[in-house]
């Protein structure tokens, strides 16, 4: 559990009297309306792998469950936001719901019923489907106010093979639908792609691309908030994600292909350290140079970037001299507030004496 939230020794990582959790019961043609109306969001997952999927036995071991009324396992709910998120229970909401309303499969391989088998959900009975439609499921529910740490530790702790993955599979698995959806969208963009040459030329790692895209836009939409641990921040950001308008994505969207534009026309082949100038910046990494400038090209308008790109040379030349003098470089290095805080203020300055006032 630590990668999320580090504590201390003997000491607990967040007060325990924030945790705020209801247990609510269910009929099951709630739940399935639930589904239906988009107030639980169950969007299946793209990349789950298929061992993961439930076969059609056994959904239909799950239907036979409820018409003999053997009660299902609890479900948790994260219920602090709307649509209502699945933390335990994607693969039995998935069965309810694909065979009461999408009728996409008949029962099969029951153990007990097996005059129904091959069975939709209009092929039974009425005191069967009536069955199936008023058995009682218990949920536990995060009520909203949850700190976001709680809910990420509750969600581990219900997966524990999620814990086991890496950090891009685990926030895959958690932050599904819109904010993943959107990470992945900005990381196949041409605009960003084109700017990254260097790492199309490697063995492209698509979580790679996925992290220098969720750091830009942290930090474009939330630098002034930032406060460490680093991780937490970009967690944050994701799940800030789920509330943002259409409007407000597609400000986002455009503000990085413009920068990406710009980051690729700026930087050319020096954008991931490549060139013999930075052989002096042994631990300067490409994706700390790609979060400070990128963010900050993003917010640039286009009459500024015109004429930073005309100044190009003489910004990267104050640029360099800047990490020769050491304090900048070792910003880049922490994650505290103060050298995040330095690290952004340091270009901001340098680009506003470059575009406005002609010399350092």
Known sequence: MGY???????QLPYNPNDVDIRQQSFAVHHIVEMIKEEDIYLQPEKRRRRSEEWNKEQKSRLIESLIMRIPLPIFYLDGSRTPWRVIDGTQRLKALYEYIEEQEFGLVGLEYLK??????FSDLPFNYQRAIQTAIIEAYIINPGTPERIKQDIFLRINPDVDKLSVWKRRRFYYRGA???FIDKLARDTHFLDATGQIALRARNRDEDREYVLRFVAFFCFLSSYRPPYNDFLEYTLDRLYDFTDNELKHIYSSFKKAMDAYRDFWSDLSFLSDAEFSD???????????IWSVHFGLRSGDELEILMNRREYAIRHFMALLKEGELQEALQSTSFNAIEFRFRAIHDLINNVIYRYAY
């Open 4 to 10: 999320y939230h580090d504590s201390k020794d003997g």
């Open 115 to 120: 005059n129904f088998e091959r069975a939709f």
């Open 179 to 181: 904010p993943m959806q």
């Open 281 to 291: 910046f042994k631990k300067l990494r490409s994706i700390d140079l790609f979060e």
